[in-house]
């Protein structure tokens, strides 16, 4: 696919800029601002010294996560959720997604009888909130891991396997990576990809919104994600060095 196939002029794996600034909240346990292009969320973690009551006495930890988008993080102006008294299907979907991510980052049998609550809220709607605040919620997990056992508030040692996600699609017949919200809108095919920086698959959500895709075209899809991955890996390697 040449590079002028895309409005912005990048070629069918490469991803928008990515920025992740670690340590935004000087009140959380963990947190950090991703930018996948415009697309901006502000990500942070908590910790509670308690576990869902089906989890007591387990001695096993939890982590869990809500989602939000700001009012004018998107073209128009929405209700918060809040005021509606109620959330709709679509953040309670991808917030269970962003806790099922997050939960396969870590033995949560390290982590005995607390919980770590993420929360992400999208400053910025350009497509892909989803996979970005699944990258950036992980920056601010390892944060906030860190923090933790240097106060001795979590005394095991805990082994935090790298989680990145992606947007991938099928738009204009082409295969490409990290779909902006113009390409999103228009995408025959598109596909979320959570995966360990190892190489193994964590979660795929793909659906046919125009054409559906034959079995050699999703493994082209999933390739395409795994190359772009690597962009987000690199971005989180940054983030948490500083």
């Given at each position: 696919m040449s590079q002028k196939t895309r409005a912005d002029g990048r070629n069918s794996t490469a991803t928008r800029e990515i920025l992740i600034r670690p340590d935004v909240n000087p009140y959380a346990e963990g947190s950090a601002e991703v930018r996948f292009g415009n697309t901006l969320v502000h990500c942070t973690v908590s910790i509670?010294?308690?576990?869902?009551?089906?989890?007591?006495?387990?001695g096993e930890g939890w982590i869990t996560a809500e989602y939000g988008m700001l009012p004018r993080s998107t073209h128009t102006r929405s209700s918060r959720e809040a005021a509606t008294g109620k959330q709709s299907g679509?953040?309670?979907?991808?917030?269970?997604?962003i806790g099922r991510a997050l939960?396969?980052?870590?033995?949560?049998?390290?982590?005995?009888?607390?919980?770590?609550?993420?929360?992400?809220?999208?400053?910025?709607?350009?497509?892909g909130t989803r996979t970005a605040a699944i990258s950036g919620s992980w920056v601010a997990l390892a944060r906030a891991i860190r923090k933790l056992k240097a106060e001795g508030k979590?005394?095991?040692a805990v082994?935090?396997?790298?989680?990145?996600?992606?947007?991938?699609?099928?738009?204009?017949?082409?295969?490409?990576?990290?779909?902006?919200?113009?390409?999103?809108?228009?995408?025959?095919?598109?596909?979320?990809?959570?995966?360990?920086?190892?190489?193994?698959?964590?979660e795929v959500q793909g659906t046919a919104e125009r054409a559906a895709l034959k079995l050699d075209q999703?493994?082209?899809?999933?390739?395409?994600?795994?190359?772009?991955?690597?962009?987000?890996?690199?971005?989180?390697?940054?983030?948490?060095?500083?």
């Amino acid at each position: 696919m040449s590079q002028k196939t895309r409005a912005d002029g990048r070629n069918s794996t490469a991803t928008r800029e990515i920025l992740i600034r670690p340590d935004v909240n000087p009140y959380a346990e963990g947190s950090a601002e991703v930018r996948f292009g415009n697309t901006l969320v502000h990500c942070t973690v908590s910790i509670e010294s308690e576990v869902p009551k089906w989890l007591a006495g387990r001695g096993e930890g939890w982590i869990t996560a809500e989602y939000g988008m700001l009012p004018r993080s998107t073209h128009t102006r929405s209700s918060r959720e809040a005021a509606t008294g109620k959330q709709s299907g679509r953040t309670q979907e991808i917030q269970r997604l962003i806790g099922r991510a997050l939960r396969q980052s870590i033995d949560l049998k390290s982590i005995p009888d607390v919980s770590l609550k993420i929360d992400c809220d999208v400053i910025c709607a350009d497509g892909g909130t989803r996979t970005a605040a699944i990258s950036g919620s992980w920056v601010a997990l390892a944060r906030a891991i860190r923090k933790l056992k240097a106060e001795g508030k979590i005394k095991n040692a805990v082994q935090l396997r790298q989680v990145g996600a992606i947007s991938v699609g099928q738009v204009a017949g082409n295969l490409v990576a990290d779909l902006d919200y113009l390409e999103d809108s228009q995408a025959e095919f598109d596909m979320n990809v959570v995966a360990y920086r190892s190489g193994e698959l964590i979660e795929v959500q793909g659906t046919a919104e125009r054409a559906a895709l034959k079995l050699d075209q999703f493994n082209n899809l999933v390739n395409i994600a795994f190359t772009a991955l690597d962009q987000v890996y690199q971005a989180q390697d940054r983030a948490i060095k500083e």
